[in-house]
């Protein structure tokens, strides 16, 4: 029997994100700059032999063939007409729901790159990229597990090297809805596209985030918590939220600021990182 794989699902920052127009389709035309945390949810596979797909602790309210971990497993089953050994699956979630850091996402693609190892299936990135598109916008930046400009709805990649500098991040208490903030009448739907920026270089005050005004406006606790933040440098909302974030050269200089929130404030502080920890932790491996 191999022994469990257990691997990191990392968080992500969207650095920025513009919204370039509304697709026939109702998907929106996105520009985006990804990059990874050293910070995220922890999975365990468990093999099993009798072929069948079991989420340990399913989540309270979602029913297991709506988790996004158990939907990748049972895809990339599929593909091989379900002949595969089964597995249990185990989450340790620490990142939160609703928060725009691509939990459910980054588990989808730990689910699908670690079932490939575990099982050797020998699909290409590529290949597990396509399944995970199925999936959600974010999943193929996990899988392809490099920081990277995004364009489409968030699936065309370009691979990208922001700086790695260190990030407080906070978690207001309230979830967000992506299909609510993307529906909204208010939303900025116009900003004109710029050209690839693979070093996220320059005057940092071109770039925002399109969703942030209409989140401030339907959610006060993220517009506090942006406006505390903002005090100490350029503040941002992730995604469509509802985690803001403050960038920091160094460990020390979040870690003050951290130390400073006032009482209540949920979140962490988390180093910026091209590489995903996932991927380093596959090639580990080999």
């Not at 910070?39 to 099993?48: A, F, K, V, W």
């Not at 089953?77 to 939160?96: E, M, R």
């Not at 725009?100 to 050797?120: D, E, K, V």
């Not at 407080?168 to 596209?193: A, H, M, N, Y």
Request: proline share 7%; net charge neutral.
């Amino acid at each position: 029997m191999v022994n469990d794989l257990v691997l990191p699902s990392p968080a992500k920052l969207n650095l920025f994100l513009h919204i370039l127009g509304q697709r026939p389709d109702g998907y929106h035309e996105l520009q985006t700059l990804f990059q990874f945390l050293d910070y995220g949810d922890t999975i365990t596979l468990r093999p099993r032999t009798d072929r069948r797909i079991v989420l340990e602790q399913p989540v309270p309210g979602v029913p297991d063939e709506d988790n996004l971990v158990v939907r990748a497993a049972r895809q990339l089953a599929a593909t091989t007409n379900n002949t595969v050994a089964g597995v249990s699956i185990t989450i340790d979630k620490q990142l939160p729901l609703g928060g725009g850091l691509g939990g459910g996402s980054s588990n989808a693609a730990t689910t699908l790159l670690g079932l490939n190892h575990l099982w050797r299936l020998n699909r290409s990135s590529d290949q597990l990229a396509e399944l995970g598109l199925a999936l959600g916008a974010d999943v193929p930046v996990f899988v392809h597990g490099h920081a990277a400009w995004g364009e489409g709805v968030g699936e065309r990649l370009t691979d990208a090297n922001p700086p790695e500098d260190w990030f407080v991040v906070i978690k207001p208490p309230c979830d967000i809805s992506t299909k609510e903030i993307f529906s909204q009448q208010g939303l900025t739907r116009d900003t004109p596209g710029i050209k690839i920026a693979p070093a996220f270089e320059g005057d940092a005050s071109r770039y925002r985030n399109d969703c942030e005004d209409v989140v401030r406006r339907l959610y006060p606790e993220v517009h506090r918590s942006l406006e505390w933040l903002a005090q100490f440098g350029p503040a941002r909302l992730t995604g469509t939220g509802a985690c803001i974030f403050g960038r920091f050269p160094t460990e020390s200089a979040a870690r003050i600021i951290w130390e400073s929130k006032p009482s209540g404030i949920k979140g962490f502080v988390a180093k910026g990182v091209n590489i995903s920890p996932l991927h380093k932790k596959l090639t580990e491996l080999k």
